[in-house]
């Protein structure tokens, strides 16, 4: 059985601007490595709802589980919840559980504004998605996770979602360090790829002080086989000093 | 005239596998603002020929650039060369003006190997991007712009580009601090933003001790109107203390 896959979709005009550095997408990455679901796509879009909507539709058709970050909570540029609507062609309210998380966290004695409401629609048929941080909840409807923009709130609610979907065998890696420029190495590398082809081999360049370096990482699901290309790549190490 | 549109492609196995967290993408999204061309969408793929070669034919018929980051050098999961040869429909081949600029990066009384040569390969009818760190070039194809995905040398090649390209008008921002949460703001700001609806407003709440806050970004190509929109935004904040 191979690895379930999956796609990020990174709602913020505040990345594309250069105004932040994402940072939920790498992290995302790492985790989804551990539990063993592919990551085939990363995709960063405005705030705009008929490109929201079109990607939430293309990602969710082709990819077994789709997680988006942004674009949830009180304000004017938050829009993914009706996006997400519309994607799967269903409604959206107020719903009382919802509701009831948010005057949870603003205190019961406070009234729930407008705004707070706004983050208290849900679209029909989803789940609710714990934010134990400020109480606005992500939702899971389909394949599709959505989540808060703001990091630590995204780390939260991953690490609610991940144990509730299907995982695969969590992809192992290993490196090793080559003093010498990837093209004196490309050559056998490429042929112990070939033979191993159930392992996928990177070749990173690093400049460190006056070396011209290669870490190569050989990623894959069978620990014994990794050993096995690692120890052909000391082998190459040795022949190519 | 509306500003020129751009989407940046990165290829990387690495940064869907969670190894690597991209640098590329934040360094254009902080160029492009600079010099008025809009960044639309960010899009990871992995080190696949097909998918590449998709990417780039819907990114480059839907955005006036774009910019990749990644796959280029010489070893086996270096594709992109390839995959922008046949998004163009064009040949490629070894050119003598690449090999001249390996030949000299190598120094001129070293043989160049079957590696180095693979660097040389450029599509048919692309320009060369300067590569003043490791010589291997950049290319730059019709609307699409080939870049490395080793940071320092990417920022080089994004020097070299940029310059050559139609810019429109810098997008300014500027950013007011509320000590108050977005919820509390959300009615006021919402309006404002309706009004002045040639800028754009961005919500980011933060959290800085025991103070939670929200800072609102405004970003437009007039000057003037965005000291207008400051204006009204500190009148908001005085009467939300």
Redesign the interface.
């Known amino acids: 059985m191979p690895n379930p896959t999956a796609a990020m979709l990174?709602i913020g005009?505040?990345?594309?601007?250069?105004?932040?550095?994402?940072a939920n997408?790498?992290h995302l990455?790492?985790?989804?490595?551990q539990v063993g679901i592919d990551?085939?796509?990363?995709?960063?879009?405005?705030d705009d709802h008929a490109v929201i909507v079109e990607a939430l539709r293309s990602l969710s058709a082709a990819f077994d589980h789709v997680f988006t970050s942004g674009g949830i909570?009180?304000?004017?540029?938050d829009i993914t919840a009706d996006a997400v609507a519309d994607a799967f062609g269903v409604g959206i309210d107020v719903r009382d559980d919802a509701r009831a998380l948010l005057q949870a966290a603003v205190g019961k004695d406070r009234t729930l504004?407008?705004?707070?409401l706004?983050m208290a629609r849900i679209p029909h048929g989803a789940d609710l998605i714990a934010n134990p941080l400020s109480g606005a909840p992500g939702i899971s409807i389909g394949n599709v996770h959505v989540m808060a923009g703001?990091p630590t709130i995204f780390v939260a609610m991953l690490d609610a979602v991940l144990p509730s979907l299907e995982a695969g065998r969590p992809?192992l890696?290993r490196e090793l360090r080559f003093e010498v420029g990837?093209?004196?190495i490309?050559?056998p590398?490429?042929r112990l790829?070939e033979e191993l082809s159930d392992l996928?081999?990177?070749?990173?360049?690093f400049r460190d002080g006056a070396v011209y370096g290669t870490n190569i990482?050989v990623?894959g699901t069978d620990d014994a086989l990794i050993d096995q290309a690692i120890e052909r790549l000391e082998a190459i190490r040795r022949s190519h000093p």
């Open positions: 990174v005009d505040e990345i594309l601007s250069g105004r932040t550095r994402d997408a790498y990455a790492g985790r989804l490595v990551l085939h796509e990363i995709r960063v879009v405005p909570g009180p304000t004017h540029d504004t407008p705004e707070h706004r703001v992809v890696s990837e093209g004196r490309a050559a590398l490429r790829a996928s081999f990177g070749s990173y360049p990482v990623r």
